[in-house]
């Protein structure tokens, strides 16, 4: 009759914790889920696929001149202007392309963590002329410097890599001192501290997974802009020197063929267009999952 | 006469962790000039159900029941229909001053346009009667803070603006939620205070969502206990207090540190309130009921007068 | 208020004298001179040139003779069109890239704003992911790809349009060079219209004017309208040097005789003149209307001023 429920409030209730949640919301993003999936693809494709054409970037065929895509030849993108296969030099274009992607995300990855943690952690005068800084420089044009570098000192891929990652830094930057800040606020670690939280646990269990998840946002969000930066420049002629070239300096080429041999124009632009959605739409994804809100 | 009156009202949210059961059976009324208050833990439904009866819950929100006020039911209305009624015949007043004026906007206009949409008046008359309201409500130098921005004012003046804004079609209900909550003690018994004065001087019947068992003691004629969704006890507030019933009840009592008597260690409540999604076949409080049976499982407790105008919903009474 | 205009004000100069400055010793500290061409000249001549545009003097001396020109207003002579001056050029140049970037901006916002109000109120609809469809698109897909495609399009399959041009007595020519440049912005402000609607429309405040029984229009226009325009605003900066970054390109594809196209080629001869200017010039430009953008912001958001 008499049913007395034993309760124990100092049992662990239950929840999930915040990166379950996240992985979960970011599984059921399908758009994120194909855009990943397609990546890995095109990844793959651009790494592996040169190796099973019988073609080099740069053989020049006098006599396959701007043919339309042939099975039988092999050609399966077409050619160029000078009987380069197509098929080829875009897979060659996009590791390039997806090489600067990466490589200059990392330098501004690097530089922007520098200098948000800094600005966030001095604080006061310091942070406030840094942060007038990052302001100011927000709204300029800073493609025009980049091109200046780019012709004065030499179409040198070293340099193209720092130079792109240079522009990118910012919103990298301001993340990262938001994120400075908020962690040095003493009454949330004192509170951790309160509780028997050691140091090294407050930062593992508390700074850590914030800072990690919204520094790959922006890290996925900050590859195709950097693609985007480095077409720009092909475009412009003022990119990747030949024979090595990217997805840009394709288009270039392509689009001044565009009215006699379309291909040319039309395979690297889908190829670029495509993996900048990609990026976008994991970027996205990945945003939502870490900090939704109403979509 | 019973003014508002609430029957069989459920709310039922549809989310992506299944269906919410918000509100579930509730049914009351008030006394026209009466001082209703509405006690909960956060979960207990007090919220969503006062929103619901302006119609102000969100898209995925399905109601049922009814809510009479002067017996037109508000439930299913057009949003065309409820805006005569909104700050017009029932207004509402919300738990954070801060976040709940626009900031974008002068005080003056957020005022006048109450008036100049409900009642068709001019500027220059609303701005008028505005200010008054002001002195009403004890916010000094009128005439000149009504044309400040909202962050010119401190916390407890913006309660007080927004209490102004609230009041000024003279309504028959004003509904707070929580008013003091985000405010200091001492500010919170001038809010009070001016609530009661406010309701001798227009007569408004008023609605108090609270968790503060004090503030219910001191200001409110009835007061109506939720859990889960569910009523739990409702009546007088004498009757109640004095002769509880539910245990529920009884246990937010006791959670209360007294001053007057000695005590070893804080009462609380054992357990935690089930996830939100957790429907239950009996009753929802039994989890956590020193004094559960296993009936309170299976079945749930009906609605029973102790005295008159005293309910509680427990199979312990029955 | 007074005060915060000042200080704006000020804060300008500093801004300025370091996109000067870093532009200056960037051009000058680069390999190859102005005159470097196939040929090379006789040591005489070389002498003279540089005598005339002051090359022979140290760094230091040729950076302040410059910061003197430039408070007069002078830009100098231009190292490569030696018969015109570096203002000449500009004088040129810049109306059309004004009319250029002024239109896509425009455009952009009138589109932008409509576009993400459309998708806030619909929110979740196929009204809505269609917006934010399109909106993905412009933003992922670059413009100097999106161009081309539409001029094969339109100008020589469909011969709606003309291919290049611009002339503003003929909107034909003016139709697709703005719109092109104007689609990257259009996508991103849809984006941002929208996302800060729907904050806005789920904050508080909103929630009280729902309670006062304020009708829908109203509620839009006065209580969610200035709210929801903040973070544009504060987005114009970047929107401007996006559209003249991109105008560079945009130039280049339907030949437009604009001021981006002459410092692509300023660069590409090392012009160091004309190429300082056009970047100095737009430099004050962005400034100066970042200084706009910041009264503008103050003037939605009274925090900012009281």
């Known amino acids: 009759m008499f049913r007395l429920k034993n309760t124990d409030i100092t049992q662990p209730v239950k929840g999930r914790s915040l990166w379950q949640d996240a992985r979960q919301r970011l599984i059921h993003n399908k758009a994120a889920l194909v855009s990943a999936t397609l990546l890995l693809t095109i990844s793959l494709l651009v790494i592996f696929a040169p190796l099973f054409s019988p073609y080099a970037l740069d053989d020049t065929d006098w006599e396959m001149m701007s043919i339309a895509p042939d099975w039988d030849s092999q050609h399966y993108f077409g050619t160029d202007a000078l009987g380069r296969d197509l098929f080829v030099r875009t897979m060659h274009g996009g590791r390039i392309s997806l090489l600067i992607g990466v490589v200059a995300t990392l330098v501004s990855l690097v530089i922007g963590i520098s200098y948000g943690a800094i600005a966030g952690y001095l604080g006061g005068r310091v942070d406030a002329i840094m942060m007038r800084v990052v302001d100011i420089l927000y709204a300029m044009p800073f493609m025009f410097f980049v091109i200046l570098l780019m012709v004065f000192f030499g179409r040198n891929i070293l340099l193209i890599f720092i130079a792109i990652g240079a522009i990118n830094w910012l919103d990298m930057a301001r993340i990262v001192r938001g994120q400075t800040i908020s962690l040095k606020n003493k009454e949330f670690i004192e509170a951790a501290e309160a509780c028997g939280s050691s140091p090294l646990k407050i930062i593992r269990r508390h700074i850590l997974p914030n800072l990690l998840g919204i520094v790959a946002v922006y890290v996925t969000l900050t590859i195709p802009q950097v693609i985007l930066v480095e077409s720009f420049l092909s475009f412009l002629g003022l990119g990747i020197q030949e024979p090595n070239t990217s997805w840009g300096a394709l288009v270039n080429e392509g689009a001044q063929e565009m009215e006699t041999a379309a291909w040319m124009l039309i395979f690297p632009a889908s190829f670029l267009a495509l993996t900048l959605f990609c990026f976008n739409f994991i970027g996205d994804g990945l945003r939502d999952a870490i900090d939704p809100k109403d979509r | ?318 | 208020m007074l005060r915060y205009i000042i200080k704006r004000l000020l804060g300008m100069i500093p801004t300025l004298l370091v996109i000067i400055t870093l532009a200056f010793f960037l051009i000058r500290l680069a390999p190859g001179g102005p005159f470097d061409t196939d040929k090379t000249l006789p040591e005489e001549i070389q002498l003279n040139l540089d005598k005339k545009y002051h090359l022979d003097e140290s760094l230091l001396q040729q950076y302040f003779r410059y910061l003197w020109q430039l408070l007069q207003g002078d830009f100098g002579p231009s190292f490569h069109y030696q018969d015109y001056s570096v203002n000449e050029l500009i004088e040129t140049g810049f109306p059309v890239s004004l009319q250029l970037g002024l239109s896509a901006m425009i455009l952009a916002l009138l589109v932008g704003l409509s576009l993400g109000t459309l998708a806030a109120l619909k929110q979740n609809t196929s009204a809505d992911h269609l917006v934010m469809s399109f909106s993905m698109t412009g933003v992922s897909i670059p413009n100097f790809v999106i161009a081309p495609l539409l001029l094969l399009l339109f100008a020589v399959h469909l011969d709606w349009l003309p291919a290049g041009g611009w002339d503003s007595s003929r909107p034909s020519t003016i139709i697709l060079p703005v719109l092109c440049l104007a689609l990257p912005q259009i996508a991103y402000i849809a984006r941002l219209t929208r996302a800060s609607m729907i904050e806005v429309l789920h904050s508080n405040y909103i929630r009280t004017a729902f309670a006062k029984g304020l009708p829908m229009r109203l509620i839009l226009m006065r209580h969610a309208l200035k709210p929801t325009l903040l973070p544009i605003v504060s987005y114009l900066g970047p929107a401007t040097a996006g559209v003249i970054t991109g105008s560079v390109v945009i130039e280049k594809i339907f030949s437009i005789p604009g001021l981006g196209r002459f410092f692509v080629l300023g660069a590409l001869n090392r012009d160091y003149t004309l190429v300082m200017g056009v970047v100095i010039f737009y430099g004050l430009l962005i400034i100066l209307f970042n200084f706009i953008v910041d009264l503008l912001y103050a003037w939605l958001d009274p925090k900012v001023r009281y």
Do not use: W
């Open chain 2, 1 to 318: 006469m019973e003014i508002l009156q609430v029957k069989d009202l459920q709310v039922t949210f549809n989310t992506q962790d299944g269906s919410i059961k918000a509100v579930n059976r509730l049914n009351f009324s008030v006394k026209a000039g009466d001082i209703l208050g509405i006690v909960g833990e956060s979960g207990s439904g007090k919220s969503q159900a006062v929103m619901s009866i302006l119609g102000l819950l969100a898209k995925n929100a399905q109601t049922q029941g009814q809510v009479l006020f002067k017996d037109q039911q508000l439930l299913g209305l057009s949003n065309k229909q409820l805006n005569q009624i909104r700050g017009n015949q029932i207004a509402m007043i919300f738990q954070d001053p801060m976040t709940s004026i626009n900031p974008y906007l002068r005080i003056s206009t957020q005022m006048t346009e109450v008036l100049q949409v409900h009642r068709g008046m001019q500027r220059k008359a609303a701005l008028a009667l505005a200010i008054d309201m002001f002195e009403a409500v004890h916010i000094p130098e009128a005439t000149t803070r009504i044309h400040f921005y909202p962050h010119q004012f401190s916390g407890g003046m913006r309660q007080r603006v927004m209490i102004a804004m609230a009041l000024l079609c003279e309504p028959d209900i004003l509904i707070a939620d929580e008013p003091t909550t985000a405010l200091d003690v001492t500010v919170q018994a001038q809010i009070m205070k001016l609530l009661l004065e406010l309701k001798q001087k227009f007569g408004t019947t008023i609605i108090l969502i609270t968790h503060d068992l004090g503030v219910v003691a001191g200001v409110c004629d009835h007061v109506l206990v939720m859990y889960r969704g569910e009523m739990m006890e409702y009546g007088d507030v004498t009757s109640v207090f004095h002769y509880t019933q539910h245990p529920y009840t009884q246990g937010l009592l006791k959670s209360v540190p007294r001053l007057d008597q000695p005590q070893q260690a804080l009462y609380a409540i054992p357990g935690q309130p089930a996830p939100a999604n957790q429907h239950f076949a009996g009753c929802p409080f039994q989890e956590r009921c020193e004094q559960a049976l296993q009936h309170c499982q299976e079945y749930k407790p009906a609605l029973r007068s102790i005295t008159t105008g005293h309910q509680t919903a427990c199979h312990l009474t029955q």
